[in-house]
């Protein structure tokens, strides 16, 4: 195996753990809680502060992969992201344990769009390249089935700090293959300023907007801090736009937006991401709630589903080569809402033999859209490379956040109109949540057809600033 491919294995590995970490605690949190005599708002920071950090400095560790050095940024990201691990993992208070879950936060905010911005360095070729983000895509599926299984066995067979310091090992190999594999032009992705005041806008307002989504359903939607958190973002997101169109070097060229490949694009990965979070969050209840799962049953009816997610996610550039990006993902985008809107059909009387199929389906969908992870990074140039990989980052998150938030409101909402038993009226509350679900994600299908269609666009040659592409096709 060539160089390069033992680097996209240590690329791989950074985004597996980074991955986990996202969704290992939460079968593990009713231990945390026994174990540190946790209150209820401080069991809620251990999840809400590494999302909340992370979300929020997307922007800037895209831009810092790009003014520093995409090696550089690789290396720092995941050694603060695994010595946070060690720290969360032999935490022994609930103020540390919180410290060290936004230090996580910060580790992969650094190490999440540098890993997926090596990919186009690493492998130049677009062939090569689809592979490699097929793989990496896998991997990351790979990462949502083993989590909450893996942290429902940790924290029922051993000590609750194994579901963090299981990172450790894997910080130091991947470490050990990336110093010798990882080989990048540093000169090619440093070479101007920070652009600090746009930094500082776009972490205001994705501070600000993550904690509103995060807190509203909590402290109420029409509450003081969560309609003040909303202005605030609004406000800093005007503040950043006018920052980067008047700036000589804007961290992200404004002009891209009118591209519809590239907003299509995030819009089309949005919805995915939409429909990911909300599926795991909402069936695993369903699961717990209606068919008396336990935690590691739970994680572990989800495996099927990722494991042809992983399956699938390899041979999609394949797929995409032969029927077009844009027909792909739209089918994978339909095979997802037609699975979501079929869970719905599942009652109580059912078993999860009934819901196996759906999970499938959704999972051979979900699988489709990588290749519009290749289509959304060839929009920027190489050397803009990490702050595209911050831009479509924060749409996973952001989308992923109003998929729980949304429909959670929705399913909140529908069981307190509902009546019969509680068990009966969550039951009804969720099935019409999974059909409003559906409904959304469907909106994919004609946004993916009409945004990633076969464009070729040439942009005029420069002499290799990093402010415009050399050239930009994309095949669809």
């Known amino acids: 195996m060539t160089g390069r491919w033992w680097a996209l294995v240590a690329v791989a590995l950074a985004t597996f753990m980074t991955y986990l970490d996202n969704n290992v605690v939460n079968v593990a949190l009713p231990t945390i809680q026994r174990d540190l005599g946790l209150t209820m708002s401080g069991l809620e920071w251990i999840v809400s502060a590494y999302i909340l950090v992370f979300a929020g400095l997307l922007l800037v560790g895209g831009r810092l992969a790009d003014v520093v050095g995409l090696r550089t940024m690789f290396f720092t990201g995941l050694a603060v992201f695994t010595l946070a691990s060690v720290a969360a993992g032999l935490a022994g208070g609930q103020e540390t344990l919180i410290a060290?879950?936004?230090?996580q936060g910060v580790g992969a905010a650094l190490l999440a769009p540098t890993s997926l911005a090596l990919l186009p360095a690493i492998f130049p070729d677009p062939r090569e390249r689809g592979t490699a983000v097929g793989i990496w895509s896998?991997?990351?599926?790979?990462?949502?089935?083993?989590?909450?299984?893996?942290?429902?066995?940790?924290?029922?067979n051993a000590h609750w700090g194994w579901i963090f310091l299981i990172n450790a090992p894997i910080g130091v190999v991947t470490a050990a293959i990336g110093f010798r594999s990882i080989r990048v032009q540093r000169a090619a992705t440093a070479r101007t300023g920070l652009d600090?005041?746009?930094?500082?806008?776009?972490?205001?307002a994705l501070f600000a907007l993550t904690y509103a989504l995060i807190e509203g359903e909590s402290r109420g939607w029409s509450s003081a801090p969560i309609l003040g958190s909303f202005a605030v973002a609004a406000v800093a997101a005007v503040a950043f736009l006018i920052v980067e169109s008047r700036t000589a070097r804007p961290m992200i060229d404004l002009t891209l937006f009118r591209e519809r490949i590239f907003s299509g694009g995030l819009l089309s990965m949005g919805l995915w991401s939409f429909g990911v979070f909300g599926i795991y969050f909402f069936t695993a209840l369903y699961l717990q709630s209606a068919l008396g799962f336990s935690p590691i049953q739970a994680g572990a009816g989800f495996v099927p589903m990722a494991l042809l997610m992983?399956?699938?996610?390899?041979?999609?550039p394949r797929i995409a080569d032969?029927?077009?990006?844009?027909?792909?993902?739209?089918?994978?985008?339909?095979?997802?809402?037609a699975a979501i809107g079929g869970l719905s059909s599942v009652g109580a009387g059912d078993g999860y033999l009934n819901l196996l199929p759906w999970f499938l389906l959704y999972g051979a969908g979900a699988g489709l859209l990588v290749p519009l992870t290749n289509v959304v990074l060839s929009t920027m140039p190489t050397a803009r490379a990490g702050v595209a990989s911050g831009v479509l980052n924060v749409s996973r998150e952001v989308f992923g956040l109003l998929g729980i938030t949304i429909l959670g409101a929705i399913l909140s909402a529908r069981e307190n109109v509902a009546t019969g038993a509680p068990l009966q009226r969550f039951l009804d509350a969720y099935q019409f949540t999974l059909v409003i679900a559906a409904a959304i994600v469907l909106v994919g299908v004609p946004v993916s057809l009409f945004a990633l269609r076969r464009s070729r666009t040439a942009a005029s040659a420069t002499d290799g600033s990093d402010g415009e592409p050399a050239a930009l096709e994309v095949v669809a």
Request: proline share 4%; glycine share 12%.
């Open 196 to 204: 600090l005041p746009g930094l500082v806008a776009s972490a205001l």
């Open 310 to 316: 992983a399956v699938v996610a390899t041979a999609s």
């Open 322 to 337: 032969r029927f077009g990006s844009a027909r792909t993902v739209a089918v994978g985008l339909a095979l997802m809402a």
């Open 138 to 156: 896998a991997v990351g599926a790979l990462a949502l089935a083993v989590g909450p299984l893996t942290g429902g066995f940790l924290s029922e």
């Open 100 to 103: 060290a879950r936004a230090a």
